[in-house]
């Protein structure tokens, strides 16, 4: 299982921090410290931009030490709570050791066979480890980059309808349907069959039931948009038509490369060859651990040394598992990796105010015009003084 909620704990939620607690809150003081430290205290940058006071007070402050010792408990990835189960049967074997060579006085490995084999394949699972964690990172960075740059296709397709003079009504339905597909694309990704609530604010009931008698409503916002621009450079009146639906198509086309970049992301997942190589793997030498390097002497000590390696190593490979995947899980099983709220709303803001843009580029335009003119009139001055002092010269010839 896997929690969402970063600022509360999702076992008890803010239910301790109100009045009804009354004297319970006390109580339960560890838990108020566990929520404290690894809640409250933590920045989830995924779905957060980092501003300058997040690196200096959060990422690189000194804190992080602290932080860094508690990875494994809370947000944002939950490793220890994931890994729970492996690490149950890391200790069972090691607890199964123990009480063998007690209670028989017999000795497992005596010519420390498994020692040496234990040995020569570290290699091989820190290989593994490096090669699904490097993968992992960079699939999520595709998807990051692909789905921000859906948002950032539609804003500048938004953007650009102004400039180009497009016709005030062709752009609202641009600003309409570009929005939708966005929402469209995350609705896809995550296995939704409704759009969020803010998209479907733009529409009225005949529109959402177009939207979702069509058999997919992210092809029906892309054809909608291209037929708008179509209509747009149509009915444009000005030159540089061509020129107008080369720019708007490009922008459309950018945000078709991003949606498939995520959609490719998101129903092909890694062989699974490798992932069961690596995990299975890794299991099998933490599960003949025990056997490789118990000593009669250990005692609890090897056994706490032993289950601290096991629940470093299954963090590994459950991380490395989480960044195959990184679009957010189903609801209920969610773990956020990519910041889509903040680039939603980010498209939201942006083509919502697109049309706002085309009065400020008019002032602006204005502006410019005006000192133009202006230095166009100082030039002008300058020109007629030069002549005046070369004829002064010519007259004296050239004796000033």
Known sequence: ?????????????????????????????????????????RQDVTEKKARPWIWREKLQARWRYVQALLCYLGPPSHLFWNILPMS???????????????????????????????????FVVSLLLSMRINRGVTRWWDARNGFRGAGSAVAALCYQCPVWGVDPAIHACIRKWGIAWHFALWAELNGDKRLDPRAEA??????????????????????????????????????????MFTELQSSLQRGFDSMSQCNRIS???????????????LSIWLLVM???????????????VMMLVAVLMLACDELATQLENPRAWPEGLRWKLLPVEVTLQRTLK??????????MVNAVRERERAKMAAEAEELKGLGSAQNGLSAHIAAGKGEV
Not at 267 to 281: C, D, I, K, N, R
Not at 290 to 304: I, M
Not at 350 to 359: D, E, P, R, T
């Open 350 to 359: 942006a083509a919502g105010s697109s049309h706002l843009n085309l009065g």
């Open 1 to 41: 299982m896997r929690w969402t909620r970063v600022d509360r704990s999702p076992l008890w939620g803010d239910r301790l921090d109100s009045s009804k607690a009354g004297p319970l809150r006390y109580l339960l003081a560890p838990l108020l410290l566990y929520e404290l430290v690894c809640y409250t205290w």
């Open 202 to 243: 733009l529409f009225d009931e005949e529109g959402l039931r177009d939207y979702y008698s069509y058999s997919k409503g992210r092809h029906l916002c892309a054809n909608m948009l291209r037929r708008l621009i179509q209509e747009a450079v149509e009915v444009h009146t000005g030159g540089m038509r061509q020129e």
């Open 290 to 304: 025990p056997l490789g390097l118990w000593e009669s002497s250990a005692g609890p000590v090897g056994a706490f």
């Open 267 to 281: 129903q092909q997942a890694l062989p699974e060859a490798l992932t069961m190589l690596s995990s299975g793997f």
């Open 88 to 122: 149950a049967w890391v200790l069972a074997v090691t607890l199964g050791v123990i009480f063998f060579e007690k209670y028989t006085g017999r000795v497992l490995d005596p010519g420390n066979v498994s020692y040496r084999a234990y040995r020569s394949v570290q």
